[in-house]
T-cell receptor, first 113, second 113 residues
């Protein structure tokens, strides 16, 4: 079973600050997805990165896939209270014609107004 | 925007009873998944389903679990004889292709007493 470790586990910051969340594994993934989950809801897909070294931007969120496709980071600029939630990375392995997605341990972000 | 619908939102059952969790995936999606999340823990893969058969399952998905697509729209997860440790949020997800991100439902909170 692939293991994806996220750091930090918890993060509490003031509105307007920047932050970075890391997702690390010893395994190589076909692609890596980032989700945000709010209490009592299912994860919501933010982005999928596929190519090693790829950088994708989604407004104030910047996602990077490591060159070796084993790690990823999520950087949020000028965090807002609406960014509060659980951020999950998920590594996708593809074999035999099917994809299997394994979730990371999660980073719980709280942005204080 | 199309969404994955899960019912019921909360199910309480006695240990040893059978439960069926229901999901209506997005209509043009072909790949279906069940995940679970025990309170405070990570999202764990249970099973993936394509073309009316299981494509992959995890170690958690033992003989007490089964999945079915009884008609063209529903996708169900059955737990034959529930145990206390089956208490968790169960998420259904679907995807259009065999690669890329998933769309998750809001989950069913299963409480086994």
């Amino acid at each position: 079973t692939q293991l994806l470790e996220q750091s930090p586990q918890f993060l509490s910051i003031q509105e307007g600050e920047n932050l970075t969340v890391y997702c690390n594994s010893s395994s190589v993934f076909s692609s890596l997805q980032w989700y945000r989950q709010e209490p009592g809801e299912g994860p919501v897909l933010l982005v999928t990165v596929v190519t090693g070294g790829e950088v994708k931007k989604l407004k104030r969120l910047t996602f990077q896939f490591g060159d070796a496709r084993k790690d990823s980071s999520l950087h949020i600029t000028a965090a807002q209270p609406g960014d509060t939630g659980l951020y999950l990375c998920a590594g996708a392995e593809y074999s035999g014609g099917y994809q299997k997605v394994t979730f990371g341990t999660g980073t719980k972000l709280q942005v204080i107004p | 925007e199309p969404e994955v619908t899960q019912t019921p939102s909360h199910q309480v059952t006695q240990m040893g009873q059978e439960v069926i969790l229901r999901c209506v995936p997005i209509s043009n999606h072909l790949y279906f998944y069940w995940y679970r999340q025990i309170l405070g823990q990570k999202v764990e893969f249970l099973v993936s389903f394509y073309n009316n058969e299981i494509s992959e399952k995890s170690e958690i998905f033992d003989d007490q679990f089964s999945v079915e697509r009884p008609d063209g729209s529903n996708f169900t997860l059955k737990i034959r004889s529930t145990k206390l440790e089956d208490s968790a949020m169960y998420f259904c997800a679907s995807s259009e292709a065999h690669v890329g991100g998933y769309t998750f439902g809001s989950g069913t909170r299963l409480t086994v007493v």
